[in-house]
């Protein structure tokens, strides 16, 4: 075990740093703006004056895409739910409205595509990850998205030679920020989560980590780390450079 320092703040003891992907590994935000317009567009051209609402409720606006809303933070299934829900409203059945929603996500997977071009590592996440794992840590990647999303991405970025768990949303049901889903992270690495850290960008991943009784629980906004709201997390880092290992 080791001491790490990330944003001025020590933690002592650590065996394992968990880290979120989507804005945390993964430099998504375009990619995920690109896919919740696809969706609303498929949906609003069968109902049409949904689209708009749509994107709102995916936290799209104004072109930009908030860092803390339902793409970004929300599972697959959360999104498919939110908008089965809108559908629901004019007047479909649920079960109809559950079919039109995930239809449409469908499609959108297969014309939005993500790939180390769309959706790339931000820069020195792999040379970080590697120094991080020379110094004896284990590494794992926990996500909001699905577990074969998380081994993607984890391949093309070629990742995968310093990361001991590629684990995300599964069919057992468990996602952020439900403490069970980061229990079963440390299960899967055999530590206890008092000798890990969590690493990542969301309100629902320093939660999570908490209350599942974490060491520690460090917040990043790449390039501005006063951007994570004071009192959420231990400490806060503006790029992975920053964590150290003293």
Excluded at 150 to 173: I, K, T
Aim: charge should be negative.
């Amino acid at each position: 075990m080791v001491t790490v320092c990330c944003g001025g703040v020590e933690f002592t003891g650590i065996a394992a740093i968990i880290f979120d992907k989507d804005g945390t590994l993964e430099d998504s935000p375009a990619y995920l703006r690109a896919l919740a317009l696809k969706r609303s567009r498929l949906i609003d051209a069968q109902i049409p004056g949904v689209g708009e609402p749509l994107l709102m409720a995916f936290g799209v606006q104004g072109g930009e895409i908030d860092h803390q809303g339902l793409m970004v933070v929300g599972s697959r299934v959360e999104n498919e739910i939110a908008a089965a829900a809108y559908i629901a409203e004019t007047g479909r059945p649920w079960p109809e409205a559950r079919h039109i929603a995930r239809q449409a996500f469908e499609n959108a997977d297969r014309t939005v595509t993500r790939d180390r071009t769309t959706s790339p590592p931000f820069p020195g996440v792999a040379e970080t990850l590697e120094r991080l794992h020379r110094s004896g840590l284990t590494l794992g990647v926990l996500s909001a998205g699905t577990t074969p999303e998380v081994e993607e991405f984890v391949s093309y970025s070629e990742l995968r030679p310093w990361l001991a768990l590629e684990l995300g949303h599964e069919p057992d049901g468990l996602a952020k920020p439900d403490p069970a889903l980061y229990r079963k992270a440390c299960d899967r690495l055999h530590l206890p989560p008092e000798q890990t850290l969590m690493v990542g960008d969301s309100e629902f991943d320093w939660a999570m980590a908490r209350a599942a009784g974490a060491a520690g629980v460090v917040g990043i906004c790449w390039g501005n780390p006063g951007r994570v709201p004071a009192g959420k997390v231990d400490g806060a880092i503006g790029g992975l450079a920053e964590i150290k290992v003293v």
